[in-house]
């Protein structure tokens, strides 16, 4: 098992910046990509970004492409995603995921584990 805890979120007006924390433990080697999910009021969980353990490569949303980064330490098993230039469509619980499925990276039967979520809420 792998276990997620997700940090950082929180109220920001728009235009500010968050950074969000996965940290990872557990058996953190049976994921090879950590990505990050959000879901708001009444929408469908949707993918936010990814990243490669092996290689480091990263996947965006397209909205979020330019605004957003994720980044790994492996040291430290935890991701992170900077989140700037935020907009009031961001406002959402953010969800990290891990897993080493097959399916394309934004799909979230990829990931078999998840975080419990975090709440970011960003005001106009």
């Known amino acids: 098992q792998v276990q997620l805890v997700e940090s950082g979120g929180g109220l920001v007006q728009a235009g500010g910046s968050l950074r969000l924390s996965c940290t990872a433990s557990g058996r953190t080697f049976s994921t090879n990509v950590t990505g990050w999910f959000r879901q708001a009021p009444g929408k469908e969980r949707e993918f936010v970004a990814a990243i490669r353990w092996t290689g480091g490569t990263t996947y965006y949303k397209d909205s979020v492409k330019g605004r957003f980064t994720i980044s790994g330490d492996n040291a430290k098993n935890t991701v992170y995603l900077q989140m700037n230039s935020l907009k009031p469509e961001d406002t959402a619980v953010y969800y990290c995921?891990?897993?080493?499925?097959?399916?394309?990276?934004?799909?979230?039967?990829?990931?078999?584990?998840w975080g419990q979520g975090t709440q970011v809420t960003v005001s106009s």
């Open positions: 995921a891990g897993g080493r499925g097959d399916q394309p990276i934004g799909a979230t039967v990829r990931y078999d584990y």
